[in-house]
């Protein structure tokens, strides 16, 4: 009863959200802003994802990025080497990216907590490693050497969208559209699963896996699945953003993009429902407001970083939770599981 | 004479839910004061609020003559109110030896803890044998043995017991309670906490009967075994 | 067997300064439960405070030494009466103070950027000299690095197991409320342990930074390796951590010297992962049972 209540208010603030942003570009037309939009939308995606792995599956994963960089890369070798459209290279990154991370969630089966934190964090620091330091020339681009997986440099100018010709000046609109859609359809259906059976077994193995596994849960089976499900839509949202900056480089691994993203979880509060996206606006905005304090940037960025954790620890989502629950709202029966 | 430890109206308990609902319990200078009551009805929540784990709402404890209500943890051992925990709760990873060292940790007189280590050896000779052995790959009723020796090591005024024959077959808890008989004639307090009262009946000066949060009945031992009715009705005929 | 040998001594001397790091990583997570994101930094705090303080004062290298200790030390303790402290107890503990010490880590380096400047530099506090073991080169200041970490790790073994100091920290790390039920003031050995692996750390990063160069972000490398190492011991098991570090740094050696260094750190990733997935607790973790 309470739980389909909260799905609908759930969905109808999704709804409101993605209408919002639609509507957007009619005040917004600076391009440079729209692009910083698209990235948070891309960065929202992975943070939902994420936390959807992280603080509902309760897997502390580090692999996170990995799974955005396959996308990116898909798309990048997959126009470039296989001349596939880029349309078609969408969904082939977020399949491709699905399948890593099934099998990286097979091996981390038997490992709990840390572990997996350091399993995944080892794997994708080797993955990184073989990738910059591969010199051997597969192809070549422009008259110089192209690696295999595009070497310390990356891939660029590939195949994009396309909205230059179509849109011609107006082309970021093309991309801001595509970028809005797929966050839809992530914040639908991250609402969905975590308001579904799916997102109760997940807290299921989460928070109790002898009682799960006497319901029937298996926690082997749900934690593939949770790692498969998070890593499509990331892989997905990495794939776009290969699309829109046409390029995909070893960047994507850096230890700052991960604690970045991270931080977007975790100042968001793990474990709610809209926590990503709240912790998603708030660091682009830490960031965009330490641009413009040039040589602090870092400074700024590592101090709000401590000051949130140890002040929110459950989360700026976790906060207003508190706070409601302090108004001495009626707090819904499902506080537990974190729906807010 | 004054009590050793005196609870009036204690109030305590996690988070949204209290636990205990005005508690009050007196425990004299010398002596065994049984808690009974059936699981989950506070015995072990007070014990946590006397030794200090959870925060007391309202209510006051004088221990020794000392408001203890708002002491730390470290403070109130130091004063000597022991708590031996639940299940044992030792030190897995260290030996018998050194488990029983860490009871003594807030003294500094190395004579003085030698002997009081003697002292257990000789109420525990089975510990001595097993002195440098791992405490993980202890039976049950050592690891009670090393629990109990380590709460005695320090220098206890009051010593709380909780569960002492908790999960141990009957052979080995005649063997802690006989332990524990010595103690008591040596002029040691204690407070103790069991499910199963019949042991107790024995071994317990004055009774304790906890039900809800609450305290039901109070009185000596010899009232208890005379209003068998009043226990019958909380535990089921014991 | 020339080979053997420089192998051997290459990687008991990264296994010195590995070890170090480790230990200190090891302990606090023991502890307190918490991945010190922000060690690496203490490693390059120590290395830059020796480097500082031998300037100024012309230093003898002992006192370098002490200083590279003594900055440890103190980051070690700050850290935890200004952040760590506050967040203990709180659910979601591991994790947030896992962002909060990276945050502390970006603000050290930025300082560390701030004061002197990105450019790398040598490490002033050094012994130099080449001694001749067995037919095979080695510097003095690779002997003593390994003899200093040797005796700080032996140090803090003798600390650890026969101390009544080093007991209450065992018995905190292996469970804090019984700990505290014996009258340990569990905040106290918070402390102690910060500043001790603090102190470990920074000694650490001068060894580190005699061996290379001083730069900012020199503790990003050590900090990956340390991690990995505390891992493949078992997180929590101290002394396992310590004998990975050799482990592992012979092995990094032996691998570096048959198929190129590019490939060290790479194969020791596969193996680690090859590892936790044959045996989950790593090498000398106890088996976690789940008790239903």
Redesign the interface.
Known sequence: MNQSHSLKRHLLVSVLIVAGFAALPLVMTQRYLLGEVILFFLWAMVAMNWNLL?GHAGV?SLAQMLFFATGAYSVAMGTSYLGVSIWAALPLAAVVSAILAFFIGL?CL??????V???T???V??VH??II?ETECFTMVRNSCQQMFGGAAGFSQFEDFGFRKLLRGNWILGNYYVALLAFAVTILGIVVIIHGRLGLAFRAIRDN??YA??RGIDRRKYQIAAFAISAFLTGLAGAIYAGHFRAAGPSLFD?STL?FV??MV??GG?GSTWGPIIGAGTMMLIIEFSKGMG?AR??I??????VF??VM??GLAGSVRQFRQMLGRKASKNEEGSTV | MTQLLSCENLVSGYLNRPVLHGVSIEVPQQGVLALIGPNGHGKTTLLRTLSGFLPLRSGKITFDGQDAGRMAVNKRVEAGLIHVPQGDQLFTEMTVEDNLLMGAYLASDKVEIAQRLADVYQLFPKLKDRRNQLASGLSGGERRMVGIGRGLMADARLIMLDEPSLGLAPLVIEQIYAALDQLRARGKAFLVVEENPSRLMHFADRLCLMDAGHVVWQGSAAEARDSGDILKTYLGGH | MDVLIQIFFTGVTLGAMYALASVGLSLIFGTLGMFNMAHGLFMTLGAYVAYSAANAFQLPLVLGFVAAMAAGAVIGVLTHLLIVRFMLGSPDFGMNVMVATAGLGIVLQDIVLKIYGGYPYPQVVRVEGIAQLGGVSITLQALTNVAVALALILGTAWLLMKTRFGRAIRATAMNREAAMLMGVKADTVFLQVMALAGMLAGVAGLMISTQATLSPQMGGDPLLKAFVICVVAGLGNVWGAGVCAFGLALLEAAIGYYFGVRFGFPTMLMLVILLLIWRPQGLFGRERVVRL
Do not use: E, N, Q
């Open positions: 992280m502390f091996a038997r490992l709990t907590g840390a572990y934190a350091l399993l964090y080892a794997i620091g080797m490693v073989l330091t896996v002898g596994s006497s230890f604690l991270l931080s975790v100042v793990v040589d870092d400074l960025l590592g101090v709000a970083l401590i954790v140890v620890p459950k």
